[in-house]
């Protein structure tokens, strides 16, 4: 298991116009599995637009 805890939104950002909340646990960006804040930054940036996180939560959309 593992994954990637979200401890800040940052104001006005995609993410705040989503569900994603501090304290969120993100386990995939996409497909990829993610465990370190490094594997997850750097999914994010291969994403082309639209990037969906399976996280505790569910799955949440950011983007366009």
């Not at 979200?6 to 304290?23: H, L, Q, R, Y």
């Not at 997850?40 to 983007?63: M, P």
Request: proline share 6%; net charge negative; hydrophobic share 30%.
């Amino acid at each position: 298991t593992g994954g990637v805890l979200v401890t800040e939104v940052e104001p006005d950002s995609p993410a705040s116009a989503s569900e994603i909340k501090p304290d969120t646990l993100v386990t995939h960006v996409g497909k990829k599995s993610v465990k370190t804040p490094a594997e997850f930054y750097q999914a994010v940036r291969e994403s082309d637009g639209e990037v969906t996180l399976e996280t505790d939560a569910g799955k949440i959309t950011i983007g366009n």
